[in-house]
C-alpha cells in the first residue's frame, strides 16, 4: 500500500461528508484547510502515485479506493462549473466555483492548459457544429479545468468543443451516458459505486490515467491486472471508443456496457488547436 492505512475513510469522513453537508459561507477556512494540515501522509501518498513510474505498478484496492474518495470530493467541488441541473430536484450550489481551484492548489495539483482538445484531458459538455462535417474536434471553450497530480490525472476539465458531424454527433456527445462519473447535474452517469449500500460504494477502484512523455495510458491498472472478457462486453472498437471519451459520440451504446476492465495506450501526438 501507499496510501496509509484507513485513508480513503479519512477522506470519505473528513472531506467529502462536511463538503456535502456544508451550509456555511467559508468551505475552504472550515473544512478543507484542517483536513489539508492534518493529512500531510495522505497528500504525500498521492503526490508518489502520481509519479510517471507508478504507470507501471500494481496499487493495492484500498490505495484505489482512496483516489475514488479524492475523486468524490472533486466531482462535488466541479458542479458550480457545470450547465444547469435537468432535475429540478438537484440543490442549487452551495459552494463557489473557486473552491474547486482552491482545492486543486491544496493537494498539489495542476491545471493543463494552453493545449487543443483531446478526449484524455477533457470531458465534453457542449458540442458546437462545424460547417466541415469532417473538421476533427476542436477546443471552443471550458466549463471547468482539468487536474494533474503529477503525470495521473485526477479529473478532465469540461469542455465545449466544436466538430463535424463525421467526428461528434452534437447531442449525443453532450448528453449520452459518462461512464467513469459518480455524479453530474447535466446529464447521466455510469460508475461502479451506483447500486450499493452506503458503505459497499466506498469499495469502488479508480480508473488510473496517466500522461507521460511518449503515451497516454487509459486504466493503467486494468492493463496490469487484466481479466477475461465479460460476456457480453462490447467490441473492441467500441470498447475503445466509450474509453477514450467515456460516452457515446457517434452512436449511442448506451448505459449498460461493461467498460470497466478495457484498457489502453497511445502515443502523446499534437492537439488540434482552433484557428486563430
Known amino acids: ?58 496499487l493495492a484496492h484500498e490505495d484505489l479506493w482512496t483516489l475514488y474518495a479524492v475523486s ?3 466531482e462535488l467541488l466541479i458542479l458550480p462549473g457545470q450547465p444547469p441541473a435537468t432535475d429540478p430536484g438537484d440543490p442549487t450550489d452551495w459552494l463557489p466555483p473557486s473552491a474547486y481551484r482552491r482545492f486543486v492548489a491544496a493537494i498539489g495539483g495542476t491545471f493543463p492548459a494552453g493545449e487543443g482538445f483531446r478526449p ?18 476542436v477546443l471552443a471553450g471550458q466549463w471547468w479545468p482539468g487536474c494533474l497530480v503529477g503525470s495521473l490525472l485526477l479529473m478532465r476539465g469540461g469542455a465545449s468543443v466544436r466538430a463535424g458531424a463525421g467526428h461528434l454527433d452534437p447531442a449525443l456527445a453532450a448528453t449520452s451516458t459518462l461512464y467513469w462519473a459518480w455524479r453530474r447535474r447535466y446529464r447521466q452517469v455510469a460508475d461502479l459505486s451506483h447500486g450499493w449500500g452506503s458503505n459497499s460504494q466506498w469499495r469502488t477502484g479508480f480508473r488510473r490515467d496517466y ?16 481479466t477475461p472478457p465479460h460476456p457480453g462486453g462490447p467490441d473492441p472498437s467500441t470498447d475503445v471508443d466509450l ?9 449511442d451504446h448506451g448505459d449498460d456496457q461493461w467498460v470497466w476492465d478495457s484498457h489502453h495506450v497511445e502515443p502523446t501526438a499534437p492537439t488540434v488547436t482552433p484557428p486563430e
Do not use: K
Open 211 to 226: 500522461r507521460l512523455a511518449d503515451r497516454l495510458v487509459y486504466n493503467a491498472d486494468a492493463a496490469l491486472d487484466p
Open 72 to 74: 468524490r470530493v472533486m
Open 120 to 137: 484524455f484531458l477533457h470531458e465534453i459538455v457542449e458540442v458546437e457544429p462545424a460547417d466541415d462535417p469532417q473538421a476533427p474536434p
Open 1 to 58: 500500500m501507499v496510501f496509509p492505512d484507513g485513508a480513503w475513510q479519512e477522506v470519505r469522513f473528513g472531506l467529502f461528508e462536511p463538503t456535502l453537508d456544508y451550509s456555511g459561507s467559508a468551505w475552504g477556512r472550515d473544512v478543507l484547510d484542517p483536513w489539508i494540515a492534518a493529512h500531510s501522509s495522505i497528500l504525500a501518498a498521492l503526490r508518489q502515485v502520481g509519479e510517471p513510474q507508478m504507470a507501471a505498478v500494481a
Open 243 to 251: 474509453l477514450r471519451y467515456r460516452c457515446s459520440t457517434l452512436v
